[in-house]
Structures are given as structure tokens and as C-alpha cells.
């Protein structure tokens, strides 16, 4: 998606070797008018996709995916990140560890957020080593419900993620695709 190269181009960050902060626009201040074009691109992107509700984890996953469930027409819900898990009936959960953290925090969906049968698309601000979706694939398996989609807004194809979701054969789609950092540089795939 051109607007958001030229976004990440003009605001991005380079840290080190493998992150890239985008805190101006999408994971501290939020862009309200690049968020609805990203929605919006999400849901022609998936439009063939019949999807019944969007799933994210909190908390940037939140902007693009409530635009991206606005133009699906559709809801949307954030799994709750906790650091200790109290057991329950009435939650999926997962483990998400965060390498870029070093901390594994528990994700939960209330049950009466998902249902079983439905037709889930994942949303995520980055793709880095792929644990957020795998923890979204596992409460959508506990739910009984389908993933018919993930869709990323920046992908990073040099980690693991990409592997880890071409593994699991589920169609991705990400708004943006990053091969390299070279000298504090952004290098787009393709
Ligand atoms: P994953 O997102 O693919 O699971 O990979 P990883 O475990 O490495 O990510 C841990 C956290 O770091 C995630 O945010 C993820 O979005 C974020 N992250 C990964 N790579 C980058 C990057 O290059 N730039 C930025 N800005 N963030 C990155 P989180 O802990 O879920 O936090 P939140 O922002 O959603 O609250
Ligand atoms: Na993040
Ligand atoms: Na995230």
C-alpha cells in the first residue's frame, strides 16, 4: 500500500537491526485518516472472504482493525492482554510470548465475543515472529471458529512469522512488506 510506505519513509524510525517505531501514526499517536485507508484496504483485500467478525490483541492491533471491521460491516474484538491468568469457564486464552519483550502475557476473549462457527479475520499492527497470531489461532480453534484471513500492516518477511503463517496455509495479507533495515534504511520487499 503506497500511502503507508510513504508513511513509514516519512516517519519511521530505524532501532538497531530490527525494529522499526511508528509511534507518530500508528502505536502511540494514532493517524485516524490513515487508519480508515487501511480499513478500508483490508476489507477489498478480504471482501471474497464472507468474514463474520475481526479479531486483534490489544493494543495497537485495535486502530487498523476497528476500520478494517467498520468497512467489512462486521464487529470487532481485542483479546485482553494479562500478566497472570486466573483460570476460567467463561474465556478462550493463550500464551503470547513477546520476543521483542522478553515476557509472555496471556491473551483472553470473553466466549460471548466469539462463537463457534464463525469466520474470523486476524488483524495486527506488526508481524514479527508471528506468536500474536498463533495465539488468535489458538482461541479461534478453542472457539470452534474459522480464520479465513490475517491481515498485517507491517510485516517484517526477515523473521520468523511469515514462516510460522505459511506453515499453517492461511491467506495474508500485509499493507506493507519490509526485507531489511540497511543503515538505519527501510528496504520494502518486491
Ligand atoms: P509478533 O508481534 O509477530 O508476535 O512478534 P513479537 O513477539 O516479536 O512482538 C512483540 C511486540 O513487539 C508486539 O507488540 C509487536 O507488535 C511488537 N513489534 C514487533 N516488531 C516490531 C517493530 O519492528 N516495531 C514496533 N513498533 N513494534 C514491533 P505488543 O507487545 O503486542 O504491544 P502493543 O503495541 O500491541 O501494545
Ligand atoms: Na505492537
Ligand atoms: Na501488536
Do not use: C, W
Amino acid at each position: 500500500m503506497k500511502l503507508l510506505e510513504e508513511r513509514i519513509k516519512q516517519d519511521g524510525r530505524v532501532i538497531g537491526t530490527e525494529v522499526l517505531k511508528v509511534d507518530n501514526f500508528l502505536n502511540h499517536q494514532v493517524d485516524p485518516a490513515l487508519m480508515k485507508a487501511m480499513g478500508d484496504e483490508f476489507a477489498r483485500l478480504f471482501a471474497d472472504a464472507k468474514v463474520d467478525r475481526v479479531l486483534t490483541v490489544e493494543s495497537s492491533g485495535i486502530a487498523p482493525a476497528v476500520f478494517a471491521a467498520l468497512a467489512l460491516n462486521v464487529p470487532m474484538v481485542f483479546a485482553r492482554k494479562k500478566k497472570s491468568l486466573t483460570l476460567s469457564e467463561d474465556h478462550y486464552t493463550a500464551d503470547v510470548y513477546s520476543f521483542t519483550k522478553q515476557e509472555t502475557n496471556h491473551v483472553i476473549v470473553d466466549k460471548r465475543f466469539i462463537q463457534p462457527g464463525e469466520r474470523l479475520l486476524l488483524i495486527d499492527d506488526f508481524l514479527a515472529n508471528g506468536q500474536a497470531v498463533e495465539g488468535m489461532m489458538q482461541i479461534a480453534e478453542a472457539a470452534g471458529a474459522e480464520v479465513v484471513g490475517v491481515g498485517i500492516v507491517i510485516e517484517k518477511t526477515f523473521q520468523k512469522g511469515r514462516v510460522l503463517l505459511d506453515e499453517r496455509d492461511v491467506r495474508v495479507e500485509s499493507l506493507a512488506r519490509i526485507a531489511a533495515f540497511d543503515n538505519g534504511e527501510v528496504v520494502f520487499a518486491d
